[in-house]
Antibody, heavy 126, light 109 residues
Framework: QVQLQESGPGLVKPSKTLSLTCTVS????????WSWIRQPPGKGLEWIGN???????NYNPSLKSRVTISVDMSKNQFSLKLTSVTAADTAVYYC????????????????????WGQGTTVTVSS | EIVLTQSPATLSLSPGDRATLSCGAS???????LAWYQQKPGLAPRLLIY???TRATGIPDRFSGSGSGTDFTLTISRLEPEDFAVYYC??????????FGQGTKVEIK
């Protein structure tokens, strides 16, 4: 059974870089799509971005200039870096796996997110 | 960006009642690539439905999804005590970014 675990500092100073890692256990990173999502306190969910292997990476345009998602296949981990953080970046950060479908032409299409980490709270404060 | 608007914001019902939650999209969602999630306090969201109407693995059949284009519905046929939670719709079609609705809270009346 696949499990995801987010890890990283719980407190980041304003203007610094937020760095989180998601460790995948009980399964492989391929051939899935993987996403980062965040949820500010008392608010809804915001998709940050996703990747497929190391071929494709997509970012939310609202964060694109500050976000980098990378993968380390050898460690079965992927990471999120968010630069120049402010208090508005305070949130619970989740990593998640997408279900997928393979089309007739052999393209892997991501579907809903069926496996989630428990989430990690990141507070931006001096 | 596709904006998803969920209604109502809060639904007050009793166990055994039928719950009908709506999700409207500002543009047509490609291939009905719409999912529904349930979230309880302090926990990660749980996938209920994908592709608008396909139940995820292990989801009870009292949960059903329907709709296409810009109008989607999640129905819970008979509410169980564990169903009281917040529900989010999310589109994952060809139009990036993926977006979520603002959520509908189903509370005990």
């Amino acid at each position: 059974q696949v499990q995801l675990q987010e890890s990283g500092p719980g407190l980041v100073k304003p203007s610094k870089t937020l760095s989180l890692t998601c460790t995948v256990s009980g399964g492989s990173i391929s051939p899935y799509y993987w996403s980062w999502i965040r949820q500010p306190p008392g608010k809804g969910l915001e998709w940050i971005g996703n990747f497929y292997y190391s071929e494709t990476t997509n970012y939310n345009p609202s964060l694109k200039s500050r976000v980098t998602i990378s993968v380390d296949m050898s460690k079965n981990q992927f990471s999120l870096k968010l630069t120049s953080v402010t208090a508005a970046d305070t949130a619970v950060y989740y990593c998640a796996r997408h279900e997928y479908r393979i089309t007739i032409s052999g393209v892997v299409t991501p579907l809903g997110m069926d496996v989630w980490g428990q989430g990690t709270t990141v507070t931006v404060s001096s | 960006e596709i904006v998803l608007t969920q209604s109502p914001a809060t639904l007050s019902l009793s166990p055994g009642d039928r719950a009908t939650l709506s999700c409207g999209a500002s543009q047509s969602v490609t291939n009905s690539h719409l999912a529904w999630y349930q979230q309880k306090p302090g926990l990660a969201p749980r996938l209920l439905i994908y592709d608008a109407s396909t139940r995820a693995t292990g989801i009870p059949d009292r949960f059903s999804g329907s709709g296409s284009g810009t109008d989607f519905t999640l129905t819970i046929s008979r509410l169980e005590p564990e169903d009281f939670a917040v529900y989010y719709c999310q589109q994952y079609g060809n139009s990036l970014p993926y977006t979520f609705g603002q959520g509908t809270k189903v509370e005990i009346k």
